[in-house]
């Protein structure tokens, strides 16, 4: 088998793996409504995927590469806690959407309140990395729908 097959194979079984996990729990899907509306009123619009990094003040980063999350500077997200590692994690671009990858860190990646190695991301996720939240927003969602 060469390396094309086995990465779809790869990629279709994260994707198998993510669909069987938990979408997030009734309580956090009812603040996403507030957290959207944050989103919109700082002007950036959902024309791209971002992470809402609940700190004060808050902010919003868009997703347009691969990010690594993590304590180091070098990060496109830092977090400066004692339950981050360097390099905690990183969120990568795949086919499928957006799939964040622990890198090994001490303290894991949990993804609604379950750790993770590795998730395809759903929109309104809320990750926990240390004492850090952050809640990803894939797409904006249809007038009219319920949260």
């Given at each position: 088998?060469?390396?094309?097959?086995?990465?779809?194979?790869?990629?279709?079984?994260?994707l198998?793996?993510?669909?069987?996990?938990?979408?997030?729990?009734?309580?956090?899907r009812?603040?996403?409504?507030?957290?959207?509306?944050?989103?919109?009123?700082?002007?950036?619009?959902?024309?791209?995927?971002?992470?809402?990094?609940?700190?004060?003040?808050?902010?919003?980063?868009?997703?347009?590469?691969?990010?690594?999350?993590?304590?180091?500077?070098?990060?496109?997200?830092?977090?400066?806690?004692?339950?981050?590692?360097?390099?905690?994690?990183?969120?990568?671009?795949?086919?499928?959407?957006?799939?964040?990858?622990?890198?090994?860190?001490?303290?894991?990646?949990?993804?609604?309140?379950?750790?993770?190695?590795?998730?395809?991301?759903?929109?309104?996720?809320?990750?926990?990395?240390?004492?850090?939240?952050?809640?990803?927003?894939?797409?904006?969602?249809?007038?009219?729908?319920?949260?």
């Open positions: 088998m060469g390396e094309f097959e086995l990465q779809r194979e790869l990629r279709q079984a994260v198998a793996q993510t669909l069987l996990m938990d979408a997030p729990s009734p309580p956090i009812a603040r996403l409504g507030a957290l959207r509306a944050l989103v919109k009123e700082a002007g950036t619009g959902l024309d791209r995927p971002v992470l809402v990094l609940h700190s004060e003040p808050r902010e919003l980063f868009r997703l347009d590469a691969d990010l690594v999350i993590g304590s180091a500077a070098a990060c496109g997200i830092v977090l400066d806690g004692e339950y981050v590692s360097h390099k905690h994690c990183v969120l990568r671009k795949v086919p499928e959407g957006w799939l964040l990858e622990d890198q090994g860190s001490t303290n894991g990646v949990f993804v609604n309140g379950k750790k993770v190695e590795r998730r395809i991301l759903l929109d309104g996720d809320v990750i926990q990395i240390g004492r850090f939240t952050l809640t990803f927003f894939r797409e904006t969602t249809p007038a009219g729908c319920d949260l």
